[in-house]
Antibody, heavy 119, light 112 residues
Framework: QVQLQESGPGLVKPSQTLSLTCTVSGGSISSGSYYWSWIRQPAGKGLEWIGRIYTSGSTNYNPSLKSRVTISVDTSKNQFSLKLSSVTAADTAVYYC???????????WGQGTLVTVSS | QSVLTQPPSVSGAPGQRVTISCTGSSSNIGAGYDVHWYQQLPGTAPKLLIYGNSNRPSGVPDRFSGSKSGTSASLAITGLQAEDEADYYCQSYDSSLSGYYVFGTGTKVTVL
């Protein structure tokens, strides 16, 4: 059974770059027609899709974040990563990684990691 | 920026039936994209509850059911139980701009 686990700094200074990694276990990140996504949730608020990557390296991003987001994949490590540049307090949220079945549903999800943007 | 609209909260007594609506537009639900539902218990990650409008993953009780019509979808919980108290989100895909996944605003279900 595939499991996902986020990792990375829990505190990032304003204007800096947020970097997170999602490690996939229980299966190969390259198998199947899956897209690997990042989703975030500010405290007490709803879910926002950030972007996705296919194992070929093809990416798609949320138009509202596109100018600041880079998602990459390392198939040798069974990982994919998120970089969000020029962060502000508005980027403080729990960040989840998840597997997407095409343009359909997300399953499974990682447990999430809280990233706080503060000086 | 939630594109799908849900009621902020719904409540019901144990054993009752509650429904949650999810309203979209012609570029997402109305365009024929499927709707999926997630349950988020306090302090945990969202969990897939309904996929492809009305299908339940293995292990999800049949008390949960989903439907879709036009530009809207609904999640129904029958025989409400205390453990159903959680936040529920709908999700679909939007074809505007370059295409992206969209979530609902979320609904808090309270068991009275």
């Amino acid at each position: 059974q595939v499991q996902l686990q986020e990792s990375g700094p829990g505190l990032v200074k304003p204007s800096q770059t947020l970097s997170l990694t999602c490690t996939v276990s229980g299966g190969s990140i390259s198998s199947g027609s899956y897209y690997w996504s990042w989703i975030r949730q500010p405290a007490g608020k709803g879910l926002e899709w950030i972007g996705r990557i296919y194992t070929s390296g093809s990416t798609n991003y949320n138009p509202s974040l596109k100018s600041r987001v880079t998602i990459s994949v390392d198939t040798s490590k069974n990982q994919f990563s998120l970089k969000l540049s020029s962060v502000t307090a508005a980027d403080t949220a729990v960040y989840y990684c998840a597997r997407a079945v095409g343009i359909r549903w997300f399953d499974p999800w990682g447990q999430g990691t809280l990233v706080t943007v503060s000086s | 920026q939630s594109v799908l609209t849900q009621p902020p909260s719904v409540s019901g007594a144990p054993g009752q039936r509650v429904t949650i609506s999810c309203t979209g537009s012609s570029s997402n639900i109305g365009a024929g994209y499927d709707v999926h539902w997630y349950q988020q218990l306090p302090g945990t990650a969202p969990k897939l509850l309904i996929y492809g409008n009305s299908n339940r993953p293995s292990g999800v009780p049949d008390r949960f059911s989903g439907s879709k019509s036009g530009t809207s979808a609904s999640l129904a919980i029958t025989g409400l139980q205390a453990e159903d108290e959680a936040d529920y989100y709908c999700q679909s895909y939007d074809s505007s701009l370059s295409g992206y996944y969209v979530f609902g605003t979320g609904t808090k279900v309270t068991v009275l």
